[in-house]
């Protein structure tokens, strides 16, 4: 794949609109999906994504393939993010539940994925609770499958700061798992984080 995504960058760069169209085919619901996740809306992730690959073409000269394509294309989301989220003053109140729902697993069997799929939801709402920090390592690295490295650079830090917010993530999201089963036990559950 690393061979046909250069050189589909390599047609690219040389004006080539269906190796241009091929990596936007590769790329646009990886990055959609990351866009989804950190802002309010469908139609806003849509607008960032479409952003996103205009900044790439127009930039696509100086990318020197000193990093995967990949990894190039999520910062340049990255920070369109955060300057989408700029321009809104930090108005923006994130409603992603709705999308973390639809991740999880629709067709659960009767007995064991039930209970599986509500798992996946609480953590989702748990990893949506943590700070951006956290957050923004949780969404490169496990949802994008951006390697440590690779989410370094899209964050611009070093590896072992996003190995350390990945800890410090995971503690937490262990935290909440561990309080949610705990809060089933007493049979106090009613809705995660509110007890009967």
């Known amino acids: 794949m690393d061979c046909e995504i250069k050189s589909l960058c390599t047609r690219a760069k040389k004006g080539d609109k269906a190796a241009a169209c091929e990596l936007v085919k590769i790329y646009y619901q990886d ?14 992730a849509e607008d960032l994504t479409q952003e996103t690959f205009v900044k790439a073409w127009s930039s696509l000269a100086g990318f020197k393939n000193r990093s995967n394509f990949s990894t190039w294309l999520h910062r340049i989301a990255h920070n369109t993010c955060i300057d989408w989220h700029r321009r809104n003053n930090g108005r923006i109140i994130l409603q992603s539940e709705p999308w973390w729902e639809e991740s999880a697993d629709s067709n659960p069997s009767p007995t064991a994925k039930t209970e599986q799929q509500e798992e996946v939801k609480c ?15 949780v969404h490169l690295h496990y949802y994008q499958a951006l390697s440590l490295r690779e989410t370094a650079a899209v964050l611009n830090i070093s590896t072992a700061t996003v190995k350390y917010r990945l800890r410090e993530a995971i503690k937490i999201l262990k935290n909440d798992m561990h309080k949610k089963q705990l809060t089933l036990e007493k049979g106090e559950y009613h809705e995660y984080g509110k007890a009967n």
């Not at 990055?31 to 806003?44: E, G, K, M, T």
């Open 123 to 137: 953590l989702y709402k748990a990893v949506d609770r943590l700070d951006d920090a956290k957050k923004d390592v």
């Open 31 to 44: 990055i959609f999906a990351y866009l989804r996740r950190l802002c309010d809306s469908r139609q806003n």
